[in-house]
Every structure is written in structure tokens, then in C-alpha cells.
């Protein structure tokens, strides 16, 4: 099989042809500081990463309650930023006023 070489960018559509799912990243950010995700997680598509990046959200938001502007961004295998899902509204943290 002749893939294409390393580091070389190649369609969401290849992964179709060779029954392949990408595998997504979730980093959380908080403002120029990153926790990067170096395993990431094998999903069908951007929609289904999506769907795993609310649930993450979700259930962390209580824990990280005292952090400002933090938010989970989705990015592929080449460090291409996807998606980003913020924490809190408008970066006001989980503390009710």
C-alpha cells in the first residue's frame, strides 16, 4: 500500500478509502498556557470529537470552576486547531456572582 510520506497533508477523505478513523487531540488551554493531549482518541469524524469534547466539558467544569478563560480545542495529527468548546460563558469561570 503506498501511503503518503510523513508530515505530508493528504485529505479527511483517505482515511475513508483506507478504512481508517482520525485521531483527534483535546488540549485544554488556558489563555497562552497548554496541557497538550499526546495520546489523542481514534473517532469517526469532527462531529463525534465534538460530541466527546462537550462530555469532557462537562464533566470537568467543576474541578477547573476557579479557572478564568479556559477552554478544550480539538486538533488533528498535524496540530491543526479544529474546534474549540470554552468552559464557562464568556470566560467568567464557574463562580457564580
Same mark, same amino acid.
Given at each position: 500500500? @503506498?501511503? *503518503? *510520506?510523513?508530515g505530508a497533508f ?8 483506507? !478504512?481508517?478513523? *482520525?485521531?483527534?487531540?483535546? @488540549?485544554?488551554?488556558?489563555?497562552? !498556557?497548554?496541557?497538550? !493531549? $499526546?495520546?489523542? %482518541?481514534?473517532? *469517526? ?16 467544569r467543576d474541578e ?5 478563560? %479556559? $477552554?478544550?480545542?480539538? /486538533?488533528?495529527? /498535524? &496540530?491543526r486547531r479544529l ?6 460563558? @464568556?470566560?467568567? &469561570? &464557574?463562580?457564580?456572582?
Amino acid at each position: 500500500m @503506498n501511503l *503518503p *510520506p510523513s508530515g505530508a497533508f493528504f485529505s479527511p477523505n483517505i482515511y475513508l478509502k483506507l !478504512d481508517l478513523m *482520525p485521531r483527534y487531540f483535546f @488540549n485544554i488551554r488556558d489563555g497562552y !498556557d497548554v496541557d497538550e !493531549d $499526546e495520546e489523542g %482518541i481514534e473517532l *469517526p469524524d469532527l462531529e463525534a470529537a465534538r460530541a466527546e469534547a462537550l462530555a469532557t466539558v462537562e464533566e470537568l467544569r467543576d474541578e477547573l470552576a476557579d479557572a478564568g478563560n %479556559i $477552554e478544550l480545542e480539538i /486538533t488533528d495529527e /498535524t &496540530g491543526r486547531r479544529l474546534l474549540t468548546v470554552p468552559f464557562f460563558r @464568556n470566560g467568567q &469561570g &464557574g463562580r457564580r456572582r
